[in-house]
């Protein structure tokens, strides 16, 4: 079958999904859960243009059939059953989601002439959390940032000897992963000053931002049972935008012998679509390449498809807007643009180092990528790299600086997929305001 | 009211929890959820001597009433629902079961009449988790254990800076979390050598396990809100022993900058029955004291309440069964028995520490109190510890010796509390064998 889902030609009914600005295109299909304003009841759904395309409708309404209306069935308000039946259900699902937003096809065309039972303005919807998160894992695969956070610490020897042989990851918690809008509160910790002895508790006052890219598991795993380098692609459901919230002055105390715990569990935030593998297919990339003198990944880590388009050729962008640049009127300012293709480790090498021991992954896990950083200043995907933990302030549009994040300021990531030929796909949008400690 | 459930008189008219050996006597009434041998529906359940009390079938039979009887009916296949609502519904659970246990109490009188249909035989049942885990956090609260683990890497300076002003801990995976009986595969894993530049990726060859006691969340908190040390102990529905299995060749490698991670989550086991808070509250008893140059504790961490009776007197054992050892008749040989009461810090302060920020506890999550070990040599509660990193092993009664565990060896883990005037109550065991990591 000839999979048109991505032909740059692509109409659809609904008219702001032909605004070439858009992020959600037909050519995209990216799928979340809502809820109508007022309602507590989660519902599947598909992002085109400024609408959403409501699963439960689509299918009660016939627009949907065969196995695609059985999958529709089963996405109630998570998306993780959808997860669990693998790539063969996501692209049966693809292909009539496609058709249905399409001007030129007969079930487009009974779709637009249901339009108002079936679509609901994404300005009318208040978005929840995709799926059911049973785990959350932090990768830290971005060579650029590793080198960058190396570097503050020891300038001679920034990387440590394990880095370029293991995809360094640890747990995250998944009880405070938040959908995108969620306010986050300027956590409490331990804060130790080298010139007091005693650590004080109080308010973080060196709160940032990290630019990730998750990772939503699709198919798991048994425990016991890896999942060799080959198949590890096919476990990825799709992708999200996300933010790692991280109290610097709280992880530099607590973070010795075991690793970060209540400096990045105060918040996690996600963007609420979910981009699919098979919208990102055109967008795949050769993995990077390792100097010479790198080390060549161990066999379980090394596979030849997944070094010529292992990678995802994501353009990846951090806007902040203060208070004061809200007041006035200033539109978010970016501060930095990076690439997913940077990464050290692809995204199916994350998932076969995370089973190489038996560890089981389920339907709806989600993996952080670490922060997104490229080599260049304008690349540093936080503000202890943009800001060269503090000693380099960013100065604002509003004249305002910032070494780390104030009370009041809009955290926003972007990100999006550009190949000529192609059209343009996006992820929308991942943002989160600070609100003061003070509660 | 006053609480009869601990009198050390009471009899139950189940013989075997007349048994002073049972770590199941009508004074302990711990909590788990089972299903018969050939069934996949999983039950709630309580332990009583060698018999479980079935809660549903409990309710069917009317042998409980009011409030009892609507917490029995919304107890399935797992416990979560009976831990969101607090303390004064466990209380009035235990109050009703203990009554349908005891020989003397006209609900007794009914429950024998019943006992066909009431009882499982422990030995026809198959247990399963007690909950659904949202979240596992692994702390590390041992002052000997940190001890004596950064003493093998800094002799002069064993303990972090850090150690005795914040409750270490680290996020676990949830989803690896098995009960008692699973086997254990050893994990693979990248393992390097200072002899070799290149990892390997291969069995590993320090596996061992650590000895615990989780903590199951009660009543959670909502994101932003931390749970103050005054009320933290109501937070705790009760607890179980938890063996941490971990690959330490694997930990060694992979663990800096962010801590464990593939060398913890190829398994974690739990003891299937939880004991219940109102079942410890005879055992409870002051936390460590500080000696004088130690700090106290920051002000959000302390409790006079908790300093007075924070800990819980659990003693602890590790046995060891090897293959050869097995085919000889011979019985588990115990390698350790430490004490809880040995921690540096609570449960409740574990509990203030982890929401301090303010991070969302939920029903049901599972906390790792970190290996429980004492000063002295009999008391490490991993091989680590025991054979100081393999440099002295441990020599089994078949004469085998140990440095860490091999493939055949069973590790079970035991608890009880014992104090005059009281029936002793135990933990059951939590048991798993180490299978070759050849599949």
């Known amino acids: 079958m000839i999979d048109h889902t991505h032909d740059p030609g692509l109409t659809s009914w609904i008219d702001s999904a032909n605004d070439p600005a858009t992020d959600f295109p037909p050519q995209n299909l990216p799928l979340g859960v809502f809820r109508h304003a007022g309602s507590s009841e989660g519902r599947s759904g598909v992002a085109i243009g400024t609408m959403i395309v409501d699963l439960m409708e689509a299918r009660r309404l016939e627009l949907l059939d065969g196995e695609a209306a059985r999958i529709a ?10 997860m669990s039946l693998g790539p063969g259900a996501s692209s049966a699902l693809r292909r009539q989601l496609s058709e249905l937003v399409r001007a030129d096809t007969e079930r487009g065309n009974r779709a637009a ?26 990768f830290y695969a971005s060579i650029d940032h590793a080198t960058n956070v190396g570097s503050m610490m020891r300038p001679d020897n920034p990387l440590l000897p394990n880095y370029k042989w293991v995809p360094i990851g640890y747990h995250g918690r ?35 931002y990290e630019l990730e890219i998750g990772l939503f598991v699709g198919q798991g795993n048994s425990l016991g049972t890896p999942i060799g380098i080959h198949d590890a692609g096919s476990h990825i459901f799709g992708l999200c935008l996300l933010n790692d919230w991280s109290a610097r002055d709280i992880q530099v105390w607590e973070y010795q012998p075991l690793g970060p715990f209540l400096s990045k569990s105060s918040a996690t935030s996600v963007s609420p679509w979910i981009v699919t593998c098979e919208a990102l297919a055109p967008f795949r990339a050769p ?10 990944p161990l066999p379980y880590l090394d596979d030849p498809k997944d070094r010529e388009q292992g990678a995802f050729d994501i353009t990846l962008e951090v806007y902040l807007q203060s208070r004061d640049m809200r007041a006035r009127g200033m539109a978010p300012q970016r501060l930095s643009q990076s690439r997913f293709t940077t990464m050290y480790w692809t995204a199916a090498q994350l998932i076969a180092h995370h089973t190489s021991n038996g560890c089981n992954l389920r339907p709806g896990d989600l993996l952080g990528s670490g922060t997104v950083s490229g080599a260049s200043r304008e690349a540093r995907g936080c503000l202890l790299e943009l800001t060269w933990r503090g000693s380099e302030p960013v100065t604002l549009a509003s004249g305002e600086t910032r070494r780390f994040l104030e009370d009041g300021d809009v955290v926003t990531l972007r990100g999006f997929c550009e190949r000529p030929g192609y059209r343009r796909i996006g992820f929308g949008e991942c943002t989160g305001e600070i609100l003061t400690a003070d509660n």
Not at 73 to 80: T, Y
Not at 115 to 135: E, K
């Open 287 to 296: 993995a990077r390449e390792r100097p010479g003198d790198d080390p060549q």
């Open 73 to 82: 069935a089963a996405c109630g308000d998570a998306l993780n059953v959808l």
């Open 174 to 208: 998944a009880s405070s992963i938040v959908p995108s809008g969620t306010p986050v509160r300027r956590p409490r910790g331990q804060i130790h000053s080298e010139q007091v002895n005693a650590p004080s508790f109080s308010p973080s006052q060196r709160l940032d």
């Open 113 to 138: 002439a249901v339009a108002d039972h079936l679509l609901v303005a994404q300005r009318d919807a208040v978005m929840q959390l995709p799926a059911h998160i049973g785990d959350y894992t932090d």
